[in-house]
């Protein structure tokens, strides 16, 4: 059964850090690239940061460049987003997303982050 769960949001002040992360199980996960997006309130779902299989190429929406990284363990499964400098633009539930090649793609549950004085 395939399985991504993300973990680590929560509410931060702008300015704050937050680091999530996405557990994987029930497939190969180096075979496969991850991405994180993320989905505000009345908004289209958008693609923030994804790494490929082994970690060596990673690629951020402009929006979230310099702030925010993206990095994997292969031996634990397990995607990392680290969020620096959140802004209040930032919230929305952050979804973690596995794709092999052009094959399916899977989806986890989300995590939301708010961001909020």
């Known amino acids: 059964q395939v399985q991504l769960v993300e973990s680590g949001g929560g509410r931060v002040q702008p300015g704050g850090s937050l680091r999530l992360s996405c557990a994987a199980s029930g497939f190969t996960f180096i075979w496969y690239t991850v991405s994180w997006y993320r989905q505000a309130p009345g908004k289209e779902r958008e693609l923030v940061a994804d790494?490929?299989?082994?970690?060596?190429?990673?690629n951020y929406a402009d929006s979230v460049k310099g702030r925010f990284t993206i990095s994997r363990d292969n031996a634990k499964n397990t995607v990392y987003l680290q969020m620096n400098s959140l802004k209040l633009e930032d919230t929305a539930v952050y979804y973690c997303?596995?794709?092999?090649?052009?094959?399916?793609?899977?989806w986890g549950q989300g995590t939301q982050v708010t961001v909020s004085s």
């Open positions: 790494i490929t299989n082994t970690g060596g190429n990673t």
């Open positions: 997303s596995a794709q092999k090649g052009a094959g399916a793609r899977y």
